[in-house]
């Protein structure tokens, strides 16, 4: 969800006046979710590196995390939204910790849509946190493989993404989702987060339905498998 500081900036704004946007555009991206039956829904919120912006903008995203908890959870239950959380937890302060608990346990038995918001996450932690965890339950290194590491990672038990979607016009992976990423589309916008649209977001899910995944296969054997 890249460029609220751009939009802001551009409006002679402060950056947390584009951040407060932001979250505007999060609610649409959720309602696009639901609408279009997608099942599955990670917003990258906050990084393991953003802790080292100015303190002020920090500070302020904290409230605006705490304050959307506060006020956006009930309805998304009521949508049956099933809300997870995805990095350090361990980072943020006690309240903010309760309320996610809060949340993901209200939320626990939901389906329609498995959003996951990724707070002090990186995709390098997201690795060495799994491995880690592994290691604690076997440290056989032959107990080592795919599989098993992905039952230890953040999204463990749930697909690896399709389509990767970055706002704000750089073309990176900015450590997100490194190890679920292997074999997800990008779809890159110089949009800015807070001016995206659903008509955009089906713009991109279109031109993602219209891709040939090939998952290391040739063509000829996608097609083959098809017929
Ligand atoms: C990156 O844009 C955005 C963030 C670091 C914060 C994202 C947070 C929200 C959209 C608020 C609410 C979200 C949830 C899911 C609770 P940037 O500040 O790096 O923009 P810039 O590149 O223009 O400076």
């Known amino acids: 969800m890249d460029g609220n500081g751009r939009w802001a900036e551009q409006r002679g704004s402060i950056r947390s006046v584009g951040h407060r946007a932001g979250a505007k555009a999060v609610q649409i991206a959720i309602e696009f979710c639901l609408e279009q039956g997608i099942g599955s829904l990670t917003l990258f919120a906050f990084s393991s590196e953003n802790w080292n912006r100015p303190p002020e903008e920090v500070s302020t995203l904290m409230k605006l995390f705490l304050r959307m908890l506060d006020t956006e959870i009930e309805e998304l239950h009521r949508r049956g939204v099933r809300i997870r959380f995805i990095g350090q937890r361990s980072d943020f302060a006690i309240e903010?910790?309760?309320?996610?608990?809060?949340?993901?346990?209200?939320?626990?038995?939901?389906?329609?849509?498995?959003?996951?918001?990724?707070?002090?996450?990186?995709?390098?932690?997201?690795?060495?946190?799994?491995?880690?965890?592994?290691?604690?339950?076997?440290?056989?290194?032959?107990?080592?493989?795919?599989?098993?590491?992905?039952?230890?990672?953040?999204?463990?038990?749930?697909?690896?993404?399709?389509?990767?979607?970055?706002?704000?016009g750089d073309f990176r992976i900015s450590n997100f989702l490194l190890w679920q990423m292997a074999y997800t589309e990008f779809w890159f916008t110089p949009t800015l987060w807070p001016d995206i649209t659903r008509k955009e977001l089906m713009q991109a899910v279109a031109d993602f339905a219209g891709r040939e995944r090939r998952f290391g296969l040739t063509s000829e054997q996608i097609h083959g498998e098809q017929s």
């Open 96 to 168: 903010l910790r309760d309320k996610m608990a809060w949340a993901e346990a209200l939320t626990a038995g939901n389906s329609q849509l498995n959003l996951n918001i990724a707070g002090s996450y990186g995709g390098r932690w997201d690795i060495v946190n799994a491995c880690r965890s592994l290691l604690a339950s076997s440290p056989d290194p032959e107990a080592i493989t795919e599989d098993s590491l992905g039952r230890h990672m953040a999204l463990a038990g749930q697909p690896d993404p399709d389509l990767l979607i970055r706002t704000g």
